[in-house]
T-cell receptor, first 113, second 110 residues
Framework: GENVEQHPSTLSVQEGDSAVIKCTYS??????FPWYKQELGKRPQLIID?????GEKKDQRIAVTLNKTAKHFSLHITETQPEDSAVYFC????????????FGKGTHLIIQP | NAGVTQTPKFQVLKTGQSMTLQCAQD?????MYWYRQDPGMGLRLIYY???????DKGEVPNGYNVSRLNKREFSLRLESAAPSQTSVYFC?????????FGPGTRLTVL
């Protein structure tokens, strides 16, 4: 089955700086890669996703890049703000999409004032 | 439009007791999922239902059963709860591959 590795487990950045979280996946059939943000005690919320026919996608301060050859994808957050502090999860979907997501173990992003 | 709802929010069980976690969605999604979240482990798929009338095992199905009651509802049953099933349980629903999560049920098994 699919295996998703996520790094780093904790990331501390100064407010206003950029943050980058990286994930690798094992199944070359995976074709959908979402990112979720989870605040303490809350549900995971989808913040951006990318499909395998696209190399990069951007939504305001958030961008995701995908390298299919190397089987890795990354989340980039620019101009970080205190409200960006949360745990971020990457995930991958293989086998058609409707059969569930395989998640990384999460990155705790801390924005230092 | 409530999205994905789950009941109960919190539950404490004794070892060996049974219970059913309920999930409902009003987004007309075909697929529904149950995940568990443990500290440092991310979310792991327990069972899923790609469409009404079908269910399949995920990564960690042992000790659980599911029922897709209709298109809206997908329940998760613990027949004989064990301390290892202490976790936060999230239900999700989705269209093709994009998934949206419910608020979660925090379950403690003593």
């Amino acid at each position: 089955g699919e295996n998703v590795e996520q790094h780093p487990s904790t990331l501390s950045v100064q407010e206003g700086d950029s943050a980058v979280i990286k994930c690798t996946y094992s199944d070359s059939a995976s074709n959908y890669f979402p990112w979720y943000k989870q605040e303490l005690g809350k549900r995971p919320q989808l913040i951006i996703d990318i499909r395998s026919n696209v190399g990069e996608k951007k939504d305001q301060r958030i961008a995701v890049t995908l390298n299919k050859t190397a089987k890795h994808f990354s989340l980039h957050i620019t101009e970080t703000q205190p409200e960006d502090s949360a745990v971020y999860f990457c995930a991958a979907s293989s086998g058609g999409g409707a059969d569930g997501l395989t998640f990384g173990k999460g990155t705790h992003l801390i924005i230092q004032p | 439009n409530a999205g994905v709802t789950q009941t109960p929010k919190f539950q404490v069980l004794k070892t060996g007791q049974s219970m059913t976690l309920q999930c409902a969605q009003d987004m007309n999604h075909n697929s529904m999922y149950w995940y568990r979240q443990d500290p440092g482990m991310g979310l792991r798929l327990i069972y899923y239902s790609a469409s009404e009338g079908t269910t399949d095992k995920g990564e960690v199905p042992n000790g659980y059963n599911v029922s897709r009651l209709n298109k809206r509802e997908f329940s998760l049953r613990l027949e004989s709860a064990a301390p290892s099933q202490t976790s936060v349980y999230f239900c999700a629903s989705g269209l093709i591959d994009t998934q949206y999560f419910g608020p979660g049920t925090r379950l403690t098994v003593l």
